[in-house]
């Protein structure tokens, strides 16, 4: 989405979307009163979280240049101001270790992070590599580090966390070759950590989600070993800009409708790249994937990606689920910590890439 979504006017629409889950009795129903541009409120929680990153100072990232979006609060820095006023620790997870490594991309190398369950001992741990988000611009493995670190916790699973090129120092299609690297030299490397390297799915949140369905196919077509599970987060998935939840969300914040043309400026080369299958992932061939769980927030400019996305992967005989939780924004699924949304989308989740991994 580049102009044509910026351009995108802010009518409101009322959607119903595919959801796996009603509205919770807590969650304030969609207001007239709600702000312009946005069609529903945030639970209690998860705005108790937007409010901290905007007192922490964080701007709309269309209103910034790329060195700023990159150095302004993240939704990481606003989760720990708010486990702060609670009386939270801020410390890492002790239940998890990690250890930072580099993997081949691209004439270079670029960081990848192994999360391990504290005490686990021996071989053929199940494996997970997980992209992270920021529209292939901004964030890293430390701004994406909860979802990978409560991965391994609650899967008792190495989970690998990929750094990989963004734009607009590296465009389109830059950050596809380094996650296929990345997949492949997981593969040669898992044992050496305890794990097994055939016992392996595939995550991914926003661009991360987008991402993962692209190792997945990449592995199919190459001949690699395949994931048993793939799960997107909010992924980046449909190009058409018209679809409801872009329309509906042209003032959510972290992420709103004009957000994704600034990032689709500085991540593809033109216009045209939307296009590609690669990101227009409804018109890509999906037959022969692993099955599929999509997670979806409800005030997401992203959330109709996941139901154009899930109506593809059917159409395409791939076994595909999928959740909206109500009342959750984008970035909502990392912050099981302070959001109840996030721990039982969390919980969802990672049962089924549980069951996949037997």
């Known amino acids: 989405m580049l102009a044509t979504s910026v351009a995108l006017a802010a009518t409101l629409t009322a ?4 959801r796996g889950m009603g509205m ?17 409120r945030p639970d209690a929680d998860m705005q108790a979280v937007l409010d901290a990153q905007s007192a922490l100072g964080a701007k709309p990232i269309e209103t910034l240049t790329v060195e700023q979006a990159r150095a302004q609060p993240s939704p990481a820095d606003a989760v720990n ?10 410390a890492p997870d002790a239940g998890v270790t990690t250890v930072d490594l580099t993997y081949p991309t691209g004439g270079t190398t670029q960081p990848i992070r192994v999360y391990k369950p504290a005490g686990a ?7 997970v590599v997980y992209y992270h988000g920021g529209g292939w611009v901004i964030a890293n493995l430390d701004v994406y580090d ?14 690998v966390s990929v750094e990989y090129r963004k734009g607009p120092e590296n465009r389109f299609p830059a950050f596809y070759e380094d996650a296929n690297n990345a997949w492949k030299w997981v593969q040669e490397n ?7 390297p055939k016992n392996i799915a595939i995550a991914g949140e926003s661009a991360g989600g987008n991402l993962a369905l ?37 003032a959510s914040l972290p992420l709103r409708t004009p957000t994704l043309g600034w990032f689709g400026q500085y991540a593809l080369r033109s216009p045209a790249d939307q296009n590609d299958p690669r990101y227009n992932l409804v018109a890509a061939d999906l037959r022969g994937l692993a099955p599929v769980t999509i997670v979806n927030a409800q005030i997401d400019p992203l959330r109709s990606d996941g139901e154009t996305l899930m109506t593809a992967l059917r159409r395409a005989g791939v076994p595909v689920e999928r959740r909206v939780w109500d009342g959750s924004v984008h970035e909502f699924f990392s912050m099981a910590d302070v959001v109840s949304d996030a721990r039982e989308a969390q919980a969802w989740s990672f049962g089924r890439l549980r069951m996949a991994l037997r």
């Open 146 to 159: 909860a979802t990978p670190r409560s991965m391994a916790k609650n899967l008792n699973a190495i989970v």
């Open 81 to 90: 101001r708010v486990k702060m006023i609670m009386g939270m620790s801020t």
């Open 24 to 40: 919770k009795p807590s969650a304030p129903p969609p207001s007239a009163m709600a702000p312009m541009g946005m069609t529903a």
């Open 214 to 250: 692209n190792v997945a196919i990449a592995a199919r077509d190459g001949g690699w070993t395949q994931p048993k599970a793939i799960l997107a987060v909010y992924p980046i998935a449909d190009a058409n800009p018209q679809l409801p939840s872009k329309v509906e969300n042209m």
């Open 121 to 127: 001992m021996g071989a053929n741990l199940p494996v």
């Open 190 to 196: 898992a044992a050496s950590w305890g794990g097994d």
């Open 15 to 18: 959607c119903a979307p595919g």
